[in-house]
Structure formats: structure tokens, C-alpha cells
């Protein structure tokens, strides 16, 4: 079974450091994809960013980085320059691609971020 | 703006009673949704797939006859807990694939209810 693992149920980071927050996965499959999820107290679930797990180059989107060890089935999220408004939980996520459970997303435990002034 | 919506955002009924929560993909078609729940502090637990046009798809230890989930267009898929008890209080949340966003999954803005 596919599992997903955050080590590290809190973190804090000064404003304007960066962070990296650590997720690790279990599968025997070789296609999948890897996403990481912000929740702020809203509730509301925002996409940060996701990899293929065919690609090699590790994905960025402006702040956020991660990186892809595939090898060791690592996915970290790196947060450069760190904003008040990136305090939130934070959820690693493997998706499913076969048979019926199409697009099925598995969580991890979630790390929340504090962000200090 | 949002592409998935759910209703109600907040319900609170009465023990017995049942209630439904609406998702709506706004915009884009969703075969499959999926349901979540959330307790306090903790991560999604995926409850059920819904599958537009056939029955949903139920996770290991949900009750199906509890949790009443119907597809019935390829834009809403509702959730309906029937005879609603106290520890059926949580915090509901949907999500539904975009495929011509890369299959990105969007989240609806959740469902906070309360039974009392």
C-alpha cells in the first residue's frame, strides 16, 4: 500500500529564511506524482506545487522548490524567503493513476509552519 | 477564483436528522469526485469516489448506508449523512480532477458540520 510520511508535525521559520519540510512516500510504482498542499486556516486546500515522478528536473514555482530523490522516495519543500502568509499546515500528497482510483490523492500527516516576524 | 464549489460552508443539525453537502465543478466536468473528512489537526481521510453514473466507491471502515453519496451530473456530487450523531461532527471537504488542467486536483472550500 501506498503510504505517506511527514516527519516533522511543526516547524518555524523566521520571516524573509527559507525552510525545508520533509516528506517521504512508499510505493512499488515507477509513474506517479507528487504534490504539495498548503491549508491555511481557512480551510481552503491550495495547490503549492507537483512533480512528475518521470521528470528528473525538481519543479519550482517562484519561492517553492522541492526536491525530487526518487531513488530514496523523498519530496521535500523548500520555502525561500519566507512570508507571514505562508504559515499554514502544509500536506505532502501521492497520487494513485490506475485501475479505479483514478486521481486518488493520499496525505500525509501534515507539518504546520509557523512563520515569526 | 474557485473551480470547485461546495454548500453548505457551515450546518449544524439536529442528532437524527440528516443533511446533504453539495460540490460543484464550476466550469470543467468531473467524472470522479472525492470526499473527505478532517478531523481537528489532522490529514484528509479519504472517505469515498464518487463516480458520476454509477455508485461510489467506498473506503475501508466508511459506512456506506451512513455516508450517502450520489453523482448525478458530471458537475455535482452530493453528500448526504443520514441520521446525523454527535462524533459525525467534522470538517467535510470534496475535490474534483480538472483534466484539461493536467488532471489538477481543486479542492472545494469545505463543509464544517455540527450535530447536536
Known amino acids: 500500500a501506498q503510504t505517506v510520511t511527514q516527519s516533522q508535525p511543526e516547524m518555524s521559520v523566521q520571516e524573509a529564511e527559507t525552510v525545508t519540510l520533509s516528506c517521504t512516500y512508499d510505493t512499488s510504482e515507477s509513474d506517479y506524482y507528487l504534490f504539495w498542499y498548503k491549508q491555511p486556516p481557512s480551510r481552503q486546500m491550495i495547490l503549492v506545487i507537483r512533480q512528475e515522478a518521470y521528470k528528473q528536473q525538481n519543479a519550482t514555482e517562484n519561492r517553492f522548490s522541492v526536491n525530487f530523490q526518487k531513488a530514496a522516495k523523498s519530496f521535500s519543500l523548500k520555502i525561500s524567503d519566507s512570508q507571514l502568509g505562508d504559515a499554514a499546515m502544509y500536506f505532502c500528497a501521492y497520487r494513485i493513476d490506475y485501475g479505479g482510483a483514478t486521481n486518488k490523492l493520499i496525505f500525509g500527516t501534515g507539518t504546520l509552519l509557523a512563520v515569526q516576524p | 477564483g474557485a473551480v470547485v464549489s461546495q454548500h453548505p460552508s457551515w450546518v449544524i443539525c439536529k442528532s437524527g436528522t440528516s443533511v446533504k453537502i453539495e460540490c460543484r465543478s464550476l466550469d470543467f466536468q468531473a467524472t470522479t469526485m472525492f470526499w473527505y473528512r478532517q478531523f481537528p489537526k489532522q490529514s484528509l481521510m479519504l472517505m469515498a469516489t464518487s463516480n458520476e453514473g454509477s455508485k461510489a466507491t467506498y473506503e475501508q471502515g466508511v459506512e456506506k448506508d451512513k455516508f450517502l453519496i450520489n453523482h448525478a451530473s458530471l458537475t455535482l456530487s452530493t453528500l448526504t449523512v443520514t441520521s446525523a450523531h454527535p462524533e459525525d461532527s467534522s470538517f467535510y471537504i470534496c475535490?474534483?480532477?480538472?483534466?484539461?488542467?493536467?488532471?489538477?486536483?481543486?479542492f472545494g472550500e469545505g463543509s464544517w458540520l455540527t450535530v447536536v
Open positions: 475535490s474534483a480532477p480538472h483534466q484539461a488542467a493536467r488532471n489538477t486536483i481543486y
